[in-house]
């Protein structure tokens, strides 16, 4: 098994040496826990040479949540650049903007439409028998049909190594309103991009990374997400992880206290994998100019 490194041993460990190649995988999490951050720094790992444990292969972000402006991608590329001095100064990552489900459907080689009827939203997917500018013919979903996609056209030109989509749930949140939820149908729409990026890590030889919010400590998105990725890791706050586990006690002042940058300790958690029990959690930490990092115990 081949592995993309994260930069941060704890991580790897967790994902039983990293993320491995030809699959995919989702990271899951609350707001601001740094999901973005991670993700950008497993970007930058990825266009690392193989003996730093990159791929030596350019990555590509799909930023949907319009994040990655010109400016915050220098500043963080900058940091990233500091701490790895092996990353050339032009960076080896693409990142395109996705404002909404219907530019991302078409990346991936099919077209949806959202229909709202009464209090229901329901989608409609249709696959393209070929990219062509002017009217397009339908056929029903073909084998071949990811391989027509825009998204396969670039992997064969630039040999991407790693494709981010951050993040996969403000697609959907943005069309399944809350009141309108159908989730049969939004099922429906999530199986067919999480099996086309599954089939894209498989005959491309990549990782994909999807990240995703969080529902009730479970990646958002229900049944769809863990039954087509199977390596799904979560971010948490630690101190409130803690407080979940320990609650005020004793038990957990002396957690805090085991670690020396507390304040920006995270728990990476294994929800999902294939041969590793699910449930272990690991520290690492989040450093402002460095991005996440491995925490150092301090003796009492």
């Known amino acids: ?12 460990k967790l994902m039983g040496g990293g993320l491995s190649v030809g699959y995919p995988h989702v990271v899951y999490g609350k707001y601001k826990e740094g999901k973005t951050i991670l993700s950008m720094q497993i970007a930058c790992m990825c266009t690392r040479d193989p003996k730093y444990g990159g791929l030596g292969r350019p990555a590509l972000v799909y930023d949907t949540e319009a994040f990655w402006s010109d400016d915050a991608f220098e500043v963080w590329y900058g940091f990233f650049r500091e701490r790895w001095s092996d990353l050339p100064k032009k960076p080896n990552i693409d990142i395109i ?6 530019e991302t459907a078409k990346e991936l080689g099919f077209t949806i439409i959202i229909h709202r009827k009464e209090s229901k939203t329901e989608p ?16 029903e979903q073909r084998e071949d049909w990811l391989e027509r996609s825009p998204l396969w056209r670039k992997i064969e030109k630039k040999n991407y190594g790693l494709i981010v989509i951050d993040s996969f749930s403000i697609l959907f949140k943005d069309v399944f309103e809350s009141v309108q ?5 939004r099922a429906s729409a999530e199986r067919v991009f999480l099996s086309g990026l599954r089939a894209l890590a498989k005959r491309k030889n990549l ?16 049944e769809s997400i863990p039954y087509y990725t199977k390596h799904i890791f979560g971010l948490f706050d630690a101190d409130k992880l803690t407080k979940a586990l320990y609650g005020d006690t004793e038990q957990a002042e002396k957690k805090k206290q085991a670690y020396d940058t507390w304040r920006r300790v995270k728990v990476v958690y294994r929800y999902r994998h294939p041969w590793l029990p699910d449930g272990e959690k690991l ?11 491995d925490v150092k115990e301090v003796s009492a």
């Open 181 to 185: 939820q159908n989730f049969p149908g």
């Open 1 to 12: 098994m081949k592995y993309l490194k994260t930069g941060v041993k704890a991580l790897d």
């Open 283 to 293: 520290p690492i930490a989040l450093e402002l100019n460095k991005g996440f990092v």
């Open 97 to 102: 903007q996705l404002p909404s489900i219907y």
């Open 207 to 222: 990782v994909t990374l999807t990240v995703c919010h969080e529902s009730a400590r479970q990646p958002w998105g229900g």
């Open 124 to 139: 409609i997917i249709s696959f393209p028998r070929k990219a062509a500018v002017g009217k397009v013919k339908e056929t």
